[in-house]
């Protein structure tokens, strides 16, 4: 496995691939990587001849009182679990790299950048689409291969690559959770024991009106305030947003009748956790 840390040695790397006549996936993450990056791994080993993964927390995307310093850093662990997984290449630039001094080039996807996670978290999206749109153009690759697990971010990086005209097909994978249906994630690590259990609650709200929209109950409002119920029982999670939208367009909607995305975002203890359920 190719561990590169340049993007000249890393369009080098491609182009070499592509004149292979090779297909080639990317797998963007930050690292800390868990099963749920590695589901996206092997998503693009069952449809690409060369997967490539990068590793870079990048800093556009966090606010200026966000975790950007604490993020967890775990590349030479990382690194060992992407080989034993038989990815081909990795790429883990530094920012001065990504951002060379002066920087003042970045993506905005007007409007779904604002909406769920981009109210709360101002510039965050701004941030995801920039980085993102860096890596694609470095990378070219066949397919891009996101989480369902960010459902926000799948909306707004579909819109700019369907706006933008990459050359590139969006490839999107099912959320990967613990055995108890909390979902993945890199901050899980930073939860205490007793946190770990009041994160459950995301879950079991989105859980409840899975059973509910099942049951026949169509009413956005009426599923909002089933899942409110459940998420008031956990005083430990401080909630940010639970909403009912159409996936593509982030929307509120009325009805859950022609599908939705159901989202949730709650803070337990300092550690910003989110879920979400497709009806
Ligand atoms: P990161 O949080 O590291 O996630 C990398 C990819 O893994 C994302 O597409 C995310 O949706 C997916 N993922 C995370 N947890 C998952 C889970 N439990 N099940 C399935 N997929 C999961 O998302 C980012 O990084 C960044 O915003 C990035 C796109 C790399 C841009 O910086």
Redesign the pocket.
């Known amino acids: 496995m190719l561990v590169l840390r340049t993007i000249a040695e890393t369009r080098t790397t491609c182009a070499r691939i592509r004149l292979a006549g090779k297909t080639l996936g990317l797998?963007?993450?930050?690292?800390?990587?868990?099963?749920?990056?590695l589901?996206?791994v092997r998503a693009a080993q069952a449809s690409c001849d060369a997967v490539a993964v990068?590793i870079?927390v990048?800093p556009t995307?966090f606010g200026p009182k966000e975790d950007f310093a604490s993020y967890p850093r775990t590349l030479e662990q990382d690194c060992r679990i992407l080989e034993a997984a038989g990815v081909d290449l990795v790429f883990a630039p530094s920012v001065q790299g990504m951002y060379p001094s002066g920087a003042s080039a970045f993506v905005e996807v007007a409007g779904l950048s604002d909406r769920l996670d981009g109210a709360s978290r101002p510039g965050h999206f701004r941030?995801?689409a920039t980085?993102?749109a860096k890596l694609l153009n470095i990378f070219a690759p066949e397919r891009a291969?996101?989480?369902?697990?960010?459902a926000a971010?799948?909306a707004v990086?579909r819109k700019m690559v369907h706006d933008l005209r990459f050359a590139v097909q969006v490839e999107v994978?099912?959320?990967?959770?613990e055995p108890d249906g909390l979902?993945?994630?890199?901050r899980n690590r930073n939860l205490s024991d007793i946190q770990r259990r009041q994160a459950l609650i995301l879950s079991r709200a989105l859980l409840t009106v899975q059973r509910k929209a099942q049951g026949g109950e169509h009413e956005s409002s009426k599923l909002l305030a089933e899942a409110l119920g459940v998420l008031a029982g956990e005083p430990g999670a401080e909630l940010d947003y639970c909403r009912i939208v159409d996936p593509d367009t982030l929307e509120d909607i009325p009805s859950v009748d022609r599908g939705a995305l159901v989202a949730v975002a709650a803070r337990v203890g300092t550690t910003r956790l989110i879920d979400n359920l497709l009806l």
């Open positions: 797998v963007p993450t930050m690292g800390a990587l868990h099963e749920g990056h589901s996206l990068s870079f990048n995307q941030g995801v980085v993102v291969f996101f989480g369902q697990k960010d971010q799948v990086l994978c099912p959320i990967v959770r979902a993945m994630s890199s």
